[in-house]
C-alpha cells in the first residue's frame, strides 16, 4: 500500500538559507500534518492542513509556512535558517474522522 | 492540553526477556492510542493502534493493553531480541488528528 512520501529524505543547509520540504500524503487522505523531532526530543507538532486549509498551528516558527495544495500534497518553507532548526521532519496525513494518521519517513534537515 | 508521559526513559535488557513499556496520557477521552518504534535517525514505524474501545491488541510478540479510565497503556515485548533495540513512542491524536507523543523509551536489548 501506499504510503505518505516525503523529500528530500536529506537536506544541508547553510544559515540564513531557505528550505522547502515536500510532502505527498496517502491517496484520498485529505489532512497533513507537519511536525518536528530535534535530537533527542519527541516530535512536536507544527501545522495542519485540511482541505488546502490550514487548521491547526502548534509551535511553528514565524520564519516557517506551509500550504496544501490542490493535489493535496504539502510543503514546508523554512527561511532565515538557523542552527536550531537541525531535525527531524514528518509529515503525517489522515482521511478526517477517522482519527488515524500514518507517517512519512522523514527529511533530516541539517543547517550548518 | 494532553500530555504523554513514557516511564522509563530508558531500558537495558538481556536478550530473551519480557519487558513492559509503561505509557500514560492525561486526558482520557481519546479516540485511540499509538505505538511507534523509531531507529536512531530513522522515521516512524507504527507497531499498534489500540481503538479507544478496545482493550489490548496484539501483532506477534507485542501486546499493547489500554486502561482509558486511568490513562495508561503498555507495550509488552516477549522474548525480546537485539533487533527490538529502538526508542518506542506512544501518541495519541486529539480530535483534529494532531498527534501528542510521549518522550519515548530507549530500549536496548543486550546479546
Known amino acids: 500500500a501506499a504510503g505518505v512520501i516525503q523529500s528530500p529524505r536529506h537536506l544541508i543547509k547553510e544559515k540564513r538559507e531557505t528550505a522547502t520540504l515536500k510532502c505527498y500524503p496517502i491517496p484520498r487522505h485529505d489532512t497533513v500534518y507537519w511536525y518536528q523531532q530535534g535530537p533527542g526530543q519527541d516530535p512536536q507538532f507544527l501545522i495542519s492542513f485540511y482541505e488546502k486549509m490550514q487548521s491547526d498551528k502548534g509551535s511553528i516558527p514565524d520564519r516557517f509556512s506551509a500550504q496544501q495544495f490542490s493535489d493535496y500534497h504539502s510543503e514546508l518553507n523554512m527561511s532565515s535558517l538557523e542552527l536550531g532548526d537541525s531535525a527531524l521532519y514528518f509529515c503525517?496525513?489522515?482521511?478526517?474522522?477517522?482519527?488515524?494518521?500514518?507517517f512519512g519517513s522523514g527529511t533530516r534537515l541539517t543547517v550548518v | 492540553k494532553q500530555e504523554v508521559t513514557q516511564i522509563p526513559a530508558a531500558l537495558s535488557v538481556p536478550e530473551g526477556e519480557n519487558l513492559v513499556l509503561n505509557c500514560s496520557f492525561t486526558d482520557s477521552a481519546i479516540y485511540n492510542l499509538q505505538w511507534f518504534r523509531q531507529d536512531p535517525g530513522k522515521g516512524l514505524t507504527s507497531l499498534l493502534l489500540?481503538?479507544?474501545?478496545?482493550r489490548e491488541q496484539t501483532s506477534g510478540r507485542l501486546n499493547a493493553s489500554l486502561d482509558k479510565s486511568s490513562g495508561r497503556s503498555t507495550l509488552y515485548i516477549a522474548a525480546s531480541q537485539p533487533g527490538d533495540s529502538a526508542t518506542y513512542l506512544c501518541?495519541?491524536?486529539?480530535?483534529?488528528?494532531?498527534?501528542?507523543f510521549g518522550t519515548g523509551t530507549s530500549l536496548t536489548v543486550i546479546p
Open positions: 489500540i481503538q479507544s474501545s478496545q
Open positions: 503525517a496525513s489522515s482521511l478526517v474522522g477517522t482519527n488515524l494518521g500514518s
Open positions: 501518541a495519541v491524536p486529539n480530535t483534529g488528528n494532531q498527534f501528542y
